[in-house]
């Protein structure tokens, strides 16, 4: 069965500074993977997306996530935090053969000044 | 401008008293998605919808319907409201394919007393 674990609920980064924010998924098929940015009392946005192409893959706002099948992970960096990334990460798989996405239990990132 | 539109975007309401939070789409998606938002636990699924008069349940339908009578509209109905039902529900669509991301509407805040 299809699963997704983000490994950490909080991350806390100075501004200028590398971001990482760990996604695991558990998946029988080749997943499709995505991460979704939530900024408070807003709707969630798509940040990027993996679906079988290149595992290295870019999103929006210098963000992006390599796909490592041997690690089962999608980690999501950025080489520099920006005050403004201060907002909840959300990992999603897409399950095989279904319409249905699984969400993680997202990742609170914190950027201080 | 492509989007999902949801009303209201805060409520409060009593126990036991029916309302429906409406949605709406303007990029012609097939697919649909209630979901709602509780701390600690991501995004959870409602129900869902493949096509016009295709409904499905999702993982958390307790308590709720939905009906999907033309391809733009997908309104949430709690029938008999309860305090358990207080949560953050947001309205998602995408294309009828799993490599396409959601997009999805601003959020409903739902307080049930």
């Known amino acids: 069965a299809q699963s997704v674990t983000q490994l950490d609920s909080h991350v806390s980064v100075s501004e200028g500074t590398p971001v990482l924010l760990r996604c695991n998924y558990s998946?029988?098929?080749?997943?499709?993977l995505f991460w979704y940015v939530q900024h408070p009392n807003k709707g969630l946005q798509l940040l990027l997306k993996?679906?079988?192409?290149?595992?290295l893959v870019k999103g929006i706002n210098g963000f992006e996530a390599e796909f490592k099948k041997s690690e089962t992970s999608f980690h999501l960096t950025k080489p520099s935090a920006h005050m403004s990334d201060a907002a909840e990460y959300f990992c999603?798989?897409?399950?095989?053969?279904?319409?249905?996405?699984?969400f993680g239990t997202g990742t609170r990132l914190k950027v201080l000044a | 401008e492509a989007q999902v539109t949801q009303n209201p975007r805060y409520l409060i309401t009593v126990t036991g008293k029916k309302l429906t939070v409406t949605c709406s789409q303007n990029?012609?998606?097939?697919?649909m998605s209630w979901y709602r938002q509780d701390p600690g636990l991501g995004l959870r699924q409602i129900y869902y919808?493949?096509?016009?008069?295709?409904?499905d349940k999702g993982d958390v339908p307790e308590g709720y319907k939905v009906s999907r009578k033309e391809k733009r509209n997908f309104p949430l109905i709690l029938e008999s409201p309860s305090p358990n039902q207080t949560s953050l529900y947001f309205c998602?669509?995408?294309?009828?394919?799993?490599?396409?991301?959601?997009?999805f509407g601003s959020g409903t805040r739902l307080t049930v007393v």
């Open positions: 919808s493949m096509n016009v008069e295709v409904t």
């Open positions: 998946s029988s098929y080749s997943p499709s």
């Open positions: 999603v798989v897409s399950v095989a053969g279904t319409y249905k996405y699984i």
């Open positions: 993996y679906t079988s192409a290149a595992t």
């Open positions: 990029m012609n998606h097939e697919y």
């Open positions: 998602a669509s995408r294309s009828n394919s799993e490599n396409y991301g959601y997009t």
